[in-house]
């Protein structure tokens, strides 16, 4: 008989940006009709219908209690309210958990809904609970989960709106690529929604020239709504908010990569307060040096927008992947834990640059095609030109993804903050390798935001097979750009 209250989300809020027209604007009416953001209060829906939910006792009969939720996934409304957002905070007891290592098996959570099973949120929540990562993780990772689900809105509407979401921007962006339409928005879909989770020191990503502050400020574009959303950023996040954006005219599956790492404490490097006017070389160096090698990251994932968006990621103890059900607007668990075959049978890679390829690549390509390979057995070629589509094939089917270098690009084409390394982070949580050539990627550190490396990973067997090209190579030069990359130096 009590009556629920409802606050309306005010439309100059979303993702803190007033100026929002379309079709940013439909992309933030679709998060706010059906999600809570991160730091958001959640209300149910006025009028919304009282559903049931079967909760077992402990003999195992099934109860039936009615909620006000409207059974397992209650729609929400997201509300910005600053005051209410801080009362809450202030209420809450906070608390430091040391993270442990072992994994959290999915069938030993509790009451889990039949109806929907784990959802990421859950799964969140969780490992929080059970001290695997903590608060601030937690809330990073809310917003990741929102932003993937309207860049995947946004993905598969581009063709109905092929003006305003297809087609280049205009603009080229750090690497000397023509920015797609997409490539802006999506970057900015992503960057405003973790920029108010508050727990971010840093943010790089493929789309922008410089670092960005991950810390909200009180700019036009992102108003600062109350000190709560002010915290000292203890994370750093690195992301390519639309990978293969290339293909997204055609419908060719592309998707986004984040990596997590945690911040040096305290900033060593003396930054400018507006990052966006750019860094001098010695700021740059110094800025590199805190995002650390790869495998000081703490989380990493990507996103596949395909048939079905799925959402993989790691905490370092393990790979589980989501797939997002439309119906009820979460990711749900279908993937608990994602072991890579330790030998596959395919290979996947660019093979009309094979001639300009270092000589261990080309002639390794050569011989498993062939089939004279450890398993003597030919290798078929399966290549999308999507990095998330061909490794999230390769990590679930097994096989070898390379973008190796070349006589062009003796350093590759893949950036190793934002691709190569939480790539090759999550092959090596789910049992497989990740290496240049000669060395490891995750031990590579970074000497710029938009480094680049060449990347082979896969199967374990497959990559130590590749390698042992490299490795009985004679040739000094390919040698010494592997100790460079390592020795934190320009190849």
């Known amino acids: 008989g009590s009556k629920t209250k409802h606050l309306e989300q005010p439309p100059s809020l979303c993702f803190g940006r007033p100026d929002l027209t379309m079709p940013h604007g439909q992309a933030c009416k679709a998060l706010v009709a059906g ?75 509790e009451d889990v809904c039949e109806q929907t099973g784990v959802t990421l949120s859950r799964y969140c929540i969780e490992l929080a609970n059970r001290g695997k990562i903590d608060e601030d993780l937690n809330s990073i990772f809310n917003s990741i989960r929102e932003a993937a689900k309207v860049i995947a809105k946004l993905v598969n509407t581009a063709p109905l709106q092929q003006a305003e979401l297809l087609g280049l921007q205009g603009e080229i962006n750090v690497q000397g690529e023509d920015q797609k339409k997409l490539d802006v928005i999506t970057n900015d879909v992503f960057k405003n929604a973790l920029r108010y989770t508050g727990k971010l020191g840093t943010l790089a990503s493929e789309e922008e020239d410089e670092p960005v502050d991950g810390s909200v400020g009180g700019s036009e574009a992102i108003p600062l709504l109350s000190d709560e959303f002010a915290d000292t950023g203890k994370y750093i996040c690195v992301f390519d908010p639309l990978d293969g954006s290339s293909n997204v005219d055609a419908g060719i599956p592309v998707g986004t990569i984040f990596g997590v790492f945690e911040e040096p404490s305290p900033a060593e490097c003396e930054l400018p307060a507006d990052l966006s006017k750019g860094l001098s070389d010695e700021q740059q160096r110094c800025l590199a040096g805190t995002l650390q090698p790869g495998k000081s990251l703490v989380a990493a994932g990507y996103v596949l927008y395909s048939a079905s968006t799925e959402l993989v990621l790691t905490f370092g103890q393990g790979v589980v992947g989501f797939t997002l059900d439309t119906s009820i607007g979460e990711f749900v668990m279908t993937r608990p834990s994602i072991q890579i075959p330790p030998r596959g049978k395919i290979y996947s890679a660019n093979t009309g640059n094979i001639g300009e390829w270092d000589q261990p690549m080309r002639e390794y390509i050569e011989t498993i095609r062939a089939g004279k390979g450890q398993t003597e057995t030919p290798y078929s070629l399966r290549y999308i030109g999507s990095m998330v589509g061909d490794i999230h094939r390769t990590l679930l089917y097994g096989g070898i993804f390379a973008y190796p270098a070349d ?33 490891r990627v995750l031990d590579i550190p970074p000497v710029g935001v938009h480094q680049r490396v060449p990347v082979i990973l896969g199967s374990a067997e497959d990559v130590e097979e590749c390698k042992k090209f490299f490795d009985e190579s004679n040739d000094p030069a390919l040698k010494a750009r592997c100790e460079k990359r390592l020795q934190g130096l320009a190849a």
């Not at 099934?62 to 909620?67: D, F, G, I, S």
């Not at 950036?415 to 000669?438: C, D, N, V, W």
């Open 35 to 109: 999600t809570a953001m991160a730091g958001s209060l959640a209300f149910l829906a006025p009028g919304t219908a009282p559903g049931s939910s079967v909760a077992r006792t402990p003999s195992g009969s099934a109860n039936t209690k009615a909620t006000k939720a409207g059974g397992c996934a209650p729609v929400v409304l997201a509300a910005m309210g600053a005051s209410a957002v801080g009362a809450a905070r202030r209420q809450r007891v906070k608390t430091s958990k040391a993270r442990t290592t072992t994994r959290a098996v999915v069938d030993d959570f």
């Open 407 to 439: 006589n062009k690009n003796q350093d590759g084409k893949l950036r190793l903050l934002y691709e190569g390394a939480p790539m090759s982070f999550i092959m090596e949580q789910a049992g497989g390798k990740a290496i240049t050539g000669h060395s």
